[in-house]
C-alpha cells in the first residue's frame, strides 16, 4: 500500500470517527492533539484502527503525542509498519 493511500484512509478516519466533523482540513503537519482536536482515547481508538486496517501493530510506547501528533508523523508510522 502507497503512502498517499495509507495517508488518506487516516485522515478520514481521524475526521469522521475521531474529531466528527466531516467539514474538517486536517493538515498533513497539523498538531492534532497538541491542538485539542484528540485526546489520548482517540489516540488509543486509532491504534486500534491501524492494527484493523492496515494490520499494523503499534506499541503503547509509540501512541504518544510527541510521535504521534501529526498526519505526517502517522502516516510515517504505519508505513514503517508495513515494510
Same mark, same amino acid.
Given at each position: 500500500?502507497?503512502?498517499?493511500?495509507?495517508?488518506?484512509?487516516?485522515?478520514?478516519?481521524?475526521? @469522521?470517527?475521531?474529531?466528527?466533523?466531516? &467539514?474538517? @482540513?486536517?493538515?498533513?503537519?497539523?498538531?492534532?492533539?497538541?491542538?485539542?482536536?484528540? &485526546?489520548?482515547?482517540?489516540?488509543?481508538?486509532?491504534?486500534?484502527?491501524?492494527?484493523?486496517?492496515? &494490520?499494523?501493530?503499534?506499541?503503547?510506547?509509540?501512541?504518544?503525542?510527541?510521535?504521534?501528533?501529526?498526519?505526517?508523523?502517522?502516516?510515517?508510522?504505519?508505513?514503517?509498519?508495513?515494510?
Amino acid at each position: 500500500m502507497d503512502e498517499q493511500t495509507v495517508r488518506e484512509k487516516l485522515r478520514a478516519f481521524i475526521v @469522521t470517527e475521531l474529531i466528527r466533523d466531516n &467539514d474538517y @482540513t486536517l493538515t498533513d503537519d497539523e498538531g492534532i492533539i497538541s491542538n485539542g482536536l484528540m &485526546d489520548s482515547f482517540s489516540l488509543a481508538e486509532l491504534g486500534v484502527y491501524v492494527e484493523e486496517e492496515f &494490520d499494523v501493530y503499534i506499541p503503547d510506547a509509540d501512541l504518544t503525542v510527541s510521535k504521534m501528533d501529526t498526519l505526517n508523523q502517522m502516516t510515517a508510522r504505519v508505513m514503517r509498519g508495513l515494510g
